[in-house]
């Protein structure tokens, strides 16, 4: 099994939907989770924290769930521009010294 | 501006040939790390160094090497590149520790012949 695992999509959804995308880790013992975005070919950039809360960001909410070990990912009102692969990371060392990602889920939004 | 700068972004090579990706951030952070992403398999990550003079092995280390001499760089080093390390490289930064979030640079892609 894979540590970090995410549905790699496509997801294909008409702009003003909501989508949400989940991502399920192996280490109960992780510690910090985010959520990054990517474009094609560009560098993988900060979307949101994950914490243990749950957090909203303007339309986008992410969710902790330590019990099944998942983080989620919630999108409202999706934008054209929301299209991107997003990607789930993971401290998976106790010593906090260990990333992983997860092969990303790509979302499309067409008008 | 706070930046995680890579160099070179493009680079194609032959087999065998050493060569070094260099990676200077400015926001004096301790965590620095590399990765590569390949198609399917997301980004691994190769090496990583907590501070200065402190480096760790990632998921993905052999054939790579990499230094910690000043807290602002962390060069990549292909001692003998082979095909298999074609990929898109990231280097990136945090401050203190991994569960900050991290600063990417804008990638190196590397092609081996």
């Known amino acids: 099994r894979k540590e970090v695992e995410q549905d790699p999509g496509p997801f294909n959804v008409p702009e003003g939907a909501t989508v949400a995308f989940n991502c399920t880790y192996s280490n109960s013992a992780s510690q910090s989770f985010f959520w990054y975005r990517q474009d094609c070919r560009k560098e993988p950039k900060l979307l949101m924290s994950?914490?243990?809360s749950g957090n909203e960001d303007g339309r986008f909410t992410a969710q902790l769930n330590r019990a099944s070990q998942y983080i989620s990912l919630l999108i409202r009102d999706s934008k054209l521009s929301d299209s991107a692969t997003y990607l789930c990371?993971?401290?998976?060392?106790?010593?906090?010294?260990?990333?992983?990602f997860g092969s990303g889920t790509r979302l499309s939004i067409r008008p | 501006e706070a930046q995680v700068t890579q160099n070179p972004r493009y680079l194609i090579t032959v087999t065998g040939k050493k060569l070094t990706v260099t990676c200077s951030q400015n926001?004096?952070?301790?965590?620095m790390s590399w990765y590569r992403q390949d198609p399917g398999l997301g980004l691994r990550q190769i090496y990583y160094?907590?501070?200065?003079?402190?480096?760790d092995k990632g998921d993905v280390p052999e054939g790579y090497k990499v230094s910690r001499k000043e807290k602002r760089n962390f060069p990549l080093i292909l001692e003998s590149p082979s095909p298999n390390q074609t990929s898109l490289y990231f280097c990136?930064?945090?401050?203190?520790?991994?569960?900050?979030?991290?600063?990417f640079g804008d990638g190196t892609r590397l092609s081996i012949l």
């Open positions: 990136a930064s945090s401050d203190r520790s991994p569960n900050q979030p991290q600063h």
């Open positions: 990371v993971v401290n998976t060392d106790s010593s906090a010294s260990k990333i992983i």
């Open positions: 926001m004096n952070h301790e965590y």
């Open positions: 160094s907590m501070n200065v003079e402190v480096t």
């Open positions: 994950v914490y243990s």
